[in-house]
């Protein structure tokens, strides 16, 4: 037997012995190295579907993905690991090999809307006037249950079944691997009476759910913390009475979504699609807490701070952009879009907030 051959049956009684799981992990990528693909190929059908961690399963996977090419043993080997495990994190190695082997899918370089754009009417319905993966950043503040005059919905059912239809049309015109930001908090009903309970509603653990059955993938959440002064009073009841069970903090923060597009691709396929020159300044947010003071405006009820809208574009888009906010309001995330170099495309349905945007020079289509 040569070297290659019994290094190969070396690393075997390695991968039998007690290591621990980052030496037996790095066994198996060293076994998935070598070119005798028989007894690869026999190590890896007697292992891979046995009560193994799964950081080693996801080094069998591996090899099995790179030696499918040019063995069809492996390729049916690796189908079949993936229906075994039925493991997401698998399902992703595999698009990513899958896409790295076509090289077909191209990003969205040049668009066809070069001003800054309104669409009027429900997003659900305008957004479709946008071509697909036309916009390169969404963000946005939906609409919170019941919490506003201007958000009104029969049951909180009816409500997250309006917001995934209109993140189905924000997946189609968003470009493949570019990201879907909104901005949620819990909100509370109103009691009917003292006699009733409100009932208060976790907004975005639920949007988690419809935005990955949309299509997009969990990145980040960052913590937008508000000034104390700035919030209703819900401690004052405690404050008087100190008993258990009555405590209800003030609420200081709003969750910040950040999720991607899926795409079977690196993020760095994006960014090299910009000049190189293209950087942001020094100044840097290092944690997932933004202390950012709220903004009141007597002609709307929930208006985004600019201080908000500018970190939002400054880490998750390029000067050029396209971006959409599809709930846009008063506006203030396309304005300060304008002034960050960006083209906002904003989408709007009550009328009297149209007429305030139509005044900023905004193209209806």
């Not at 309001?329 to 396309?334: A, D």
Request: glycine share 4%; net charge positive; with cysteine.
């Amino acid at each position: 037997m040569g070297a290659d051959g019994e290094n190969l049956e070396y690393l075997f009684e390695l991968f039998y012995a007690d290591l621990d799981i980052d030496l037996k992990r790095e066994v198996v990528s060293s076994i998935g190295r070598h070119k005798q693909n028989d007894k690869v190929f026999d190590f890896l059908s007697s292992e891979a579907f046995k009560n193994h961690y799964m950081e080693v399963i996801y080094q069998m996977f591996r090899t099995a993905l790179y030696k499918s090419k040019n063995d069809d043993r492996f390729l049916a080997l690796k189908d079949k690991m993936l229906q075994f495990y039925k493991n997401e994190f698998m399902q992703k190695m595999n698009d990513y090999y899958n896409f790295r082997q076509s090289k077909k899918l191209k990003l969205t370089k040049k668009t066809e809307i070069l001003k800054p754009t309104l669409l009027c009417g429900d997003n659900r319905q305008t957004l479709k006037k946008i071509k697909d993966r036309q916009i390169k950043l969404i963000f946005t503040s939906p609409p919170y249950y019941n919490a506003k005059i201007y958000s009104d919905y029969k049951s909180y059912d009816a409500y997250l079944l309006a917001m995934k239809e209109s993140l189905k049309e924000c997946f189609r015109v968003l470009d493949d691997g570019r990201f879907i930001i909104i901005n949620v908090s819990p909100v509370i009903t109103k009691r009917a009476g003292r006699e009733f309970e409100s009932i208060r509603y976790p907004i975005h653990f639920d949007f988690h759910k419809i935005l990955t059955e949309s299509g997009f993938y969990f990145i980040d959440e960052i913590i937008w913390i508000k000034p104390e002064f700035s919030v209703p009073n819900r401690i004052g009841g405690y404050i008087q009475s100190k008993k258990p069970l009555s405590y209800k903090p003030n609420c200081i923060t709003e969750s910040i979504l950040v999720y991607r597009k899926n795409a079977p691709f690196l993020l760095d396929k994006n960014i090299n699609e910009y000049d190189k020159e293209l950087k942001n300044d020094d100044t840097i947010d290092s944690t997932n807490c933004w202390y950012i003071s709220p903004k009141s405006d007597k002609n709307h009820p929930a208006v985004f701070p600019e201080e908000l809208c500018e970190k939002v574009l400054k880490y998750y888009s390029f000067k050029g952009d396209v971006v959409c906010d599809p709930f846009a309001g008063s506006g203030t995330f396309g304005k300060v879009a304008k002034k960050m170099e960006r083209i906002p495309v904003l989408c709007e349905q009550n009328k009297t907030y149209i007429a305030n945007l139509k005044k900023g020079g905004y193209i209806e289509i």
